[in-house]
């Protein structure tokens, strides 16, 4: 099994998972019919609300995100929770600190303005390098940060995965420190079906899965996207200029 559609019944989008208390949580956005012509300014999508799925244990007793059953434990936040919220909520994540575990999300205001719902550190992360050590540019559409943001640590080093937009790639990059710089490694997701692909990666049993989306159950429908796992081995990928990640 190459990959896994996690909920078909539904569309979701924008994955944030982690491992709590023996199961798998998962975090995503809720995608929903909005009736608006498709555009540049993604005014067609609209998601209603975010929902809390988990995965426990196979039938052996693993966890494992390729073949646990995959349990929808309902809404955890929705528009109407949200008083200066207008439409649309995305790119979520969770974490826990001190035994509470927080959400954090954006959501258009009354004005159309994308706001952040839970205040977030002053530096989230650093400036974003080449392998020569020069800034990435905001005209380098096949490398830039663009969206999706995702940490996590790995062999003693913090990974940084995201998207770059309009050329849909996802991509990594790699420090020594939480502050950075980080270094691009290079794309670890080509594009996929559909406008957006939003990512994270997480460590399970010992192994690493990417989560994401894409849109092939809607039939191309950028704006209804289905949430994806599939087996990630990160030792070993190169990127485009000969480097291993």
């Known amino acids: 099994m ?18 709590w208390n023996g199961r798998i949580w998962i975090y995503p956005s809720h995608d929903r019919e909005s009736g608006i012509p498709e ?15 988990s995965i426990g244990p196979d ?17 955890m936040l929705a528009l109407g929770d949200i008083p200066w919220a ?3 909520l995305w790119d979520s994540d969770v974490t826990e600190k001190d035994g509470k575990y927080y959400l954090f999300f954006s959501a258009k205001d009354k004005t159309d303005v994308f706001r952040l719902g839970v205040a977030v550190a002053a530096r989230p992360e650093g400036p974003f390098v080449d392998e020569q050590g020069a800034p990435l540019k905001a005209g380098d559409h096949a490398r830039r940060f663009f969206e999706a943001s995702w940490l996590h640590f790995k062999d003693g080093r913090y990974h940084f995965t995201y998207s770059t937009g309009d050329t849909h790639l996802i991509c990594e990059a790699v420090s020594d420190t939480l502050e950075g710089p980080y270094v691009y490694r290079g794309p670890i ?23 994401h989306h894409d849109s092939v ?29």
Request: glycine share 10%; net charge neutral.
């Open 2 to 19: 190459n990959a896994r559609y996690l909920f078909p019944n539904d569309f979701m989008a924008d994955p944030s998972v982690h491992v």
């Open 39 to 53: 555009r540049d300014n993604g005014d067609h999508f609209d998601m209603v609300d975010y929902h809390a799925l």
């Open 59 to 75: 039938a052996e007793g693993r966890l494992d995100p390729m073949t646990g059953p995959v349990a929808d434990h309902g809404v």
């Open 86 to 88: 207008k439409r649309q």
């Open 189 to 211: 997701l080509e594009p996929q079906v559909g406008w957006t692909t939003h990512q994270c990666v997480t460590e399970i049993d010992g192994k690493w899965y990417l989560f």
């Open 217 to 245: 159950p809607s039939g191309g429908r950028t704006w209804l996207r289905s949430l994806k796992v599939k087996p990630l081995s990160l030792a070993g990928v190169r990127n485009r200029q000969g480097g291993t990640i």
